[in-house]
């Protein structure tokens, strides 16, 4: 879990969530199974991007395609949760 911690960016997250969410209601024909590998791509950039490009390390890139998997993970907890009306299961 505290691996989460150190890779995951609030920011990158954000960003991926709404390029993802951007793909699929803006780009209807596009597959849903390339979301996912697109998001990863554009985490990797963007964290790429905050750091300034001064250093491709692998923690960078690893921080950039977990934050843009975390987006992908998020919108589906979101919208199993609005499928559910709200409801929490035990």
């Not at 709404?18 to 780009?27: D, F, N, P, R, S």
Request: glycine share 8%.
């Amino acid at each position: 879990m505290e691996i989460l911690n150190t890779f995951v960016n609030p920011v990158i997250v954000c960003f991926c969530l709404v390029v993802g969410y951007a793909i699929k209601h803006l780009l209807p024909k596009v597959s849903n199974r390339i979301i996912p590998t697109v998001v990863v791509i554009v985490g990797i950039v963007v964290a790429l991007w905050i750091n300034q490009w001064a250093v491709i390390t692998p923690d960078i890139i690893l921080s950039g395609a977990l934050s843009g998997l975390a987006s992908t993970g998020l919108h589906q907890l979101f919208k199993q949760w609005i499928d559910s009306g709200g409801k929490v299961e035990q």
